[in-house]
């Protein structure tokens, strides 16, 4: 059939680019919000996450297939653009009702127990299916339509105008990304920012109704517009070798979208802004990509195909180039910090403020211009594929379609066979390759007279770049490790479908016993650990709840972390213990923090779960006596959920009679009115609720019931052996010392949050709100904490007797001098610091917090005086600091300072007893090691035992600048052997 030609006038096709570029930005805002309200009952582990992504452009790809068949058989373009944009809005506004219903379908099919079984996956992804595939399907088809109504004007063929349109529907994507990452959730809301899309969707698709001004749903027929026979032979023939190398083109495309979001993260603040970010840039170059590249598009499919083989090969090229460019980060930043500082205009309108904006600009040089040649490949393929105008809408439909099915398939084959498999770096280089031979391929098959040479030379770039690449250090380990202090090792390293975790170690002479300072990473933040004042937020997360229970079964532990608070929970006489996280790997990275989690990996009581923890809260049909969570801080991209109302109701639903929670909530990274926000959530659904304080972290327990408990009945079940032995490593020995952590209860935390509102799924402000405070640093935490002290009142009465009560009162007003002092330390105002943590021990001698605040605080001064050669006052604080180290903390610490006080003062014998003193109790100390050799090489006139002692330190832990200097020292001592005793200088 024949079709009018319809010449459309300029203003006409002003506002309809006009109209797409806005439905393209409603596109990305939709897509956004509906990740956010799935995850709420399908979880946000990879599988889930994957389970909307592969429906979300499954629908998309369908729609453009579908609805561009339509409009080859004649449909008028703007008037099912206009039917597809109001279907769209219709839908929209009925969401909330179609969500509520899924929900509750999925937690009715949902029967396992086990985390994401197949079954479970398949469950999900039908869900998702469910939800999206119709509005999905419906922005599928207004590409096609677009191209349709342009192509009808003779002047533009159908594969040419696609070009421009999929430019400006990309561009308003990226506008929309921005728009809703930045401010429409934050200030709307999920559910209003859906409410406002569909009644501009709705809208939109009367402005093109009228605009279109379309006389009916067919165009006219041939009856209207005589035609010109044309034969068969001469009818071109879509190039099927094209379509499959442009799907691979789209495989590559969101393949490494999602490996650059893995290594870029690593540099980033793990927030909201930076996955909005990267994704805004990704979708920069490909709209700038997709526009510039229309100029270039030739007349003839051969010569598209070389410039879609050109654009193709150099994306191959350049993403091997991004893994030098990750390499050279401090470089490039460095220098980018140069600019940021002439200009602070970015800096100023970004969240995240300069170190942001700097990242910002990384990311486009590393990742911009392999995006940008990615939107090229569009209108050279469009163009080579659809040359005429009859079927251009169906064409245009089939190559979206396509580049969609092989966008699905990176993505998946990215995230749950590469990185796991090979990890993300050889990940990048095998997907770069992929590139490299689907272009050299296209441009191979080509009549271009200089494809080979051109091939060779793109070969002999490639080749020894991957090489490089290959035998160099992995990058994203290097990024992983770049955060690293000084002389830390990595114990475990490992790249999962979720997250990038890492365990190191550092030996500190600012630890007790110069134990190892471990910490757990995961994609680059540090996430727990296991030194002291984290292993006292951990323990006394399991602790306190269960001692106030009258008698706990069974637990669930929510967030592994490090394994610490399911370890302590283990101590006590519990039955079963449950613990639900997100990443395998933070399981497997378990093993190393035995000393802290008391080799709970390996205890017969606990059962493990890789699944999203609100999710198992959601589905699980069991219920517990006890129920922990401790998730990283809000102000990480898709954790705020788990610090929301509904989060806690979900938890509340869980519990037996009787039963309890704890919930973690930092001080630091949040303002006052987020933290408020975060306590109010709490205490709106538990009626009986109490905050305690560890260091820098709250700690919420809430009941649905009231469990009053005595201070005997609590001293009785702390003198469990394992529970004592646990909580005696924190230096609480007795039920007064647990107690002082006690902050307010239900009555004074109802006053402490009066007039905040609670923080809500729908409404998940403290994500945004959190990393613009985070800009300031920690430094926040002391307000926050100075406002938690005006509020605080001693626990109810009914836990003490008037005796106890009395004897209570030093304990709790020690406790109250002991966070004074915190927050002066917080101001860096250490000799405030100093004397509050003295009149905490003046009015309470047994308070451990205060103790070994001091110690520490009193040590690093002491190290300071050894810099700075002030012996008498070193010596003067180092005899008061062991007379208030009951506990001999700091031992081995004291003897190596005694010793290097002794040494500069030039009493070698005494300071060659203290070195030995401090090698006995800690063999491994690599310091008082290289010390007492120099001693023994420079003062003592002992090269024999002098070079021995080297020798021992060169096999111990140290920096490389250590290790250059101790052998540059044990060569010397080994020609001097050399020289006065030839005997000894081979031994």
Not at 677 to 686: D, R
Request: with cysteine; proline share 4%; net charge neutral.
């Amino acid at each position: 059939m024949n079709e009018k030609i319809v010449n459309a006038g300029v203003s006409k096709q002003l506002a309809l680019i006009g109209l797409f570029f806005i439905s393209g930005a409603l596109g990305l805002v939709y897509e956004i919000v509906w990740a956010r309200q799935l995850s709420l009952f399908l979880g946000v582990s990879v599988y889930a996450i994957s389970a909307v992504l592969v429906a979300f452009m499954a629908g998309l790809g369908i729609g453009s297939e579908f609805f561009g068949r339509l409009l080859d058989k004649g449909f008028s373009p703007v008037r099912l653009y206009a039917s597809l944009e109001i279907g769209l809005g219709v839908y929209l506004l009925l969401f909330p009702v179609i969500l509520s219903i899924l929900q509750s379908l999925y937690v009715t099919l949902h029967v396992s127990e086990g985390g994401a079984t197949p079954e479970i996956i398949l469950l999900r992804a039908g869900m998702a299916v469910a939800a999206m595939i119709i509005p999905t399907a419906l922005m599928g088809g207004t590409l096609p339509a677009m191209v349709r109504f342009f192509a009808m004007n003779r002047e533009i063929a159908g594969g040419k105008v696609a070009g421009w349109l999929y430019a400006v529907n990309t561009l308003g994507a990226m506008v929309g990304c921005i728009t809703a990452g930045f401010v429409m959730i934050e200030l709307f809301g999920l559910s209003t920012t859906l409410m406002i899309g569909g009644g501009l969707n709705i809208l939109l698709g009367v402005v093109a109704w009228l605009v279109g001004a379309e006389p009916a749903f067919q165009v006219a027929s041939e009856k209207s517009v005589p035609a010109k026979k044309v034969k068969i032979k001469d009818q071109p023939r879509p190039d099927m070798t094209l379509l499959f190398l442009y799907g691979l083109s789209g495989f590559c495309a969101l393949s490494l979208e999602l490996l650059w979001t893995r290594t870029l993260i690593l540099l980033l603040n793990n927030t909201t802004y930076a996955f909005t970010l990267i994704l805004a840039v990704f979708l920069l170059g490909i709209g700038f990509g997709s526009a510039v590249a229309m100029k270039f598009v030739g007349k003839t499919r051969d010569s598209n195909r070389v410039l879609f083989s050109l654009f193709q090969t150099g994306v191959g090229i350049l993403a091997l180039f991004s893994l030098f460019g990750f390499a050279l980060n401090e470089t490039l930043i460095g220098i980018l910090d140069s600019v940021m500082r002439e200009s602070g205009f970015l800096a100023a309108i970004i969240p995240g403020g300069e170190p942001m904006a700097q990242a910002v600009m990384f990311s486009l040089l590393t990742v911009g211009p392999c995006a940008f040649l990615m939107g090229c490949c569009f209108p050279p393929i469009a163009a080579g594929f659809s040359e005429g105008v009859k079927r251009a809408g169906g064409e245009i439909g089939r190559v979206y379609a396509v580049n969609i099915i092989g966008s699905v398939t990176g993505s998946i084959l990215a995230g749950f066979i590469l990185i796991p498999l090979i990890g993300v770096h050889k990940g990048v280089i095998l997907i770069a390759w992929i590139a490299l031979v689907s272009g050299l391929y296209a441009l191979l098959t080509s009549s271009f007279k200089a494809r080979t040479p051109l091939a060779v030379m793109t070969l002999i770039v490639a080749l020894p770049v991957s090489a490089l690449l290959l035998l160099n250090t992995d990058v994203v380990y290097y990024l992983s490790t770049q955060k690293l202090d000084a002389g830390s090792d990595v114990e475990f390293y490992m790249e999962g479908p979720s997250a990038t975790v890492l365990v190191s170690s550092q030996e500190s002479d600012l630890t007790p016993g110069r134990r190892p300072f471990k910490r757990l990473w995961i994609n680059g933040d540090p996430i727990a650990g296991s030194f002291r004042e984290a292993l006292q937020l951990e323990r006394l997360q399991a602790h306190i709840p269960l001692l106030l229970h009258p008698d706990p079964k069974n637990a669930l532990v929510i967030c592994f972390g490090t394994g610490s608070t399911a370890g302590a929970v283990k101590t006590h006489r519990i039955e079963n213990v449950t613990a639900v996280d997100i990443s395998r790997e933070v399981f497997m990275a378990a093993n190393f923090f035995q000393a802290g989690n008391l080799e709970v990996a390996n205890s017969e009581k606990l059962t493990i779960i890789e699944e999203d923890g609100r999710n198992y809260l959601l589905t699980t049909r069991r219920f517990f006596d006890f129920i922990t969570s401790e998730p990283p801080p809000p102000s990480n991209a898709g954790i705020v959920s788990l610090y929301t109302k509904e989060y806690y109701e979900l938890m509340a639903r869980r519990l037996k009679k009787g039963g309890i929670v704890s919930q973690w909530i930092p001080l630091h990274h949040l303002s006052e009115a987020d933290f408020k926000s975060l306590v109010a959530s709490f205490v709106e659904v538990f009626p009986n609720t109490s905050m305690w304080l560890t260091k820098w972290d709250a700690i919420m327990i809430g009941s649905l019931e009231e469990t009053p408990v005595s201070l005997d009945t609590i001293q009785e079940r702390m003198e469990f052996p394992e529970v004592a032995k646990s909580l005696g490593e924190l230096g609480i020995r007795n039920a007064y010392q647990l107690f002082a952590s006690y902050m307010m209860g239900r009555d004074q935390l109802k006053e402490y949050v009066k007039g905040i509102e609670p923080l809500i799924d729908d409404k998940p402000t403290v994500e945004f709100s959190a990393p613009r405070v985070g800009v300031g640093g920690v430094s926040v935490k002391g307000g926050n904490l100075a406002g938690i002290i005006e509020f605080r009142e001693p626990p109810p009465s009914f836990y003490f007797t008037e005796e106890q009560q009395e004897r209570f009162k030093s304990y709790f007003d020690s406790q109250t001098s002991f966070l004074d002092g915190r927050i002066a330390m917080n101001d860096n105002k250490m000799a405030l610091a100093a004397g509050a943590f003295n009149k905490a021990l003046a009015k309470n001698p047994d308070n451990p917090d205060a103790r070994y605040a001091l110690l520490s605080l009193n040590l690093s001064t002491i190290y300071k005086a050894l810099s700075a050669d002030k012996i008498d006052l070193g010596l003067a604080m180092l005899g008061d600091t062991e007379k208030l180290d009951d506990d001999k903390l700091f031992e081995p610490q004291y003897h190596f300072l005694r010793a290097m006080f002794y040494a500069r003062m030039g009493k070698t014998d005494e300071a060659e007893t203290q070195f030995k003193s401090a090698i006995k109790l800690d063999k491994n100390y690599f310091l008082a090691v290289v010390n007492l050799a120099g001693l023994y090489d420079t003062k003592l006139d002992e090269p024999v035992r002098a070079k021995e002692l080297y020798g021992n330190a060169l096999k111990m832990k140290s920096t490389p600048e250590e290790r250059v200097l101790v052998l540059r020292a044990y060569r010397d001592v080994e020609k001097r052997l050399k020289t006065e005793m030839p005997g000894l200088g081979n031994s």
